[in-house]
């Protein structure tokens, strides 16, 4: 049975359009992101923060893309969705297929059935938005872990007490991930998360 358009992966196109980052924040305005709070401002101030730190770790234009446009269909964590991921062929209009795909597979993966094997190159994603599960390639499993520690890190620097309530767990599973990071994202995920736990208010 062939795939559901909305679900299978658009063909990769071999680099992004030409002005995607001033496509995507376009799009984010206009769908209304920066009217949404986030930790450390609004949730276009985290996304391009979460672009930022993938550039500081030597992320590819289209990686860097994914992490500007990361939450566009909502997340297994942050519920709000900007675009119905039906939709998937307008993002790849703005930001190319490459990019685009990596935004889809970070909205659509099922946070707690995928994570804890995600080390494992033979173990699934679990897709919540079809409910089905399928492999991933290393260079995917790569893209996860980054946006994943991209985002992660910038709720810690930003919330002091998602750090202090998270970071534990967080750098147990970053460690579990090790080898799927690039050396700078692993640098920060240390600093980071060991940091030492900010003093209660008294």
Same mark, same amino acid.
């Given at each position: 049975?062939?795939? /559901?358009? &909305? ?6 196109? #071999?680099? #992004? ?7 995507? $924040? ?7 992101? !920066? ?10 101030? +985290?996304?391009?923060?979460?672009? /930022? ?16 446009? +990361? ?11 900007? $675009?119905? +991921?039906?939709?998937?062929?307008? $993002? ?21 059935? &995928? ?7 033979? !173990?699934?994603?679990? %897709? ?35 750090? %202090? ?15 799927? $990071? /690039? ?10 998360? /060991? ?8």
């Amino acid at each position: 049975m062939p795939e /559901s358009p &909305t679900t299978a992966p658009i063909t990769t196109a #071999p680099t #992004p359009p030409a002005g995607a980052a001033d496509g995507a $924040l376009a799009l984010l305005n206009r769908l209304g992101a !920066a009217a949404i709070a986030h930790p450390g401002g609004n949730l276009v101030d +985290h996304l391009q923060r979460v672009r /930022s730190q993938l550039a500081a770790w030597g992320a590819r234009p289209a990686l860097q893309l994914a992490g500007l446009c +990361h939450s566009l269909y909502g997340t297994d964590g942050f519920p709000a969705v900007l $675009l119905p +991921h039906e939709r998937r062929a307008e $993002l790849a209009s703005v930001i190319g297929a490459e990019a685009e795909e990596a935004v889809y597979l970070y909205g659509a993966c099922d946070r707690g059935a &995928t994570y804890r094997d995600l080390a494992r190159a033979d !173990a699934p994603f679990h %897709d919540r938005l079809t409910g089905r599960p399928h492999p991933l390639t290393a260079r995917r499993r790569r893209d996860l872990a980054e946006l994943t520690a991209a985002n992660e890190l910038d709720l810690a620097r930003a919330d002091l007490a998602f750090r %202090d309530e998270r970071g534990a767990g967080l750098l147990e599973l970053f460690t579990r991930w090790r080898h799927l $990071l /690039s050396p700078g994202a692993w640098d920060d995920c240390v600093a980071v998360l /060991s940091a030492p736990a900010h003093p209660a208010p008294r």
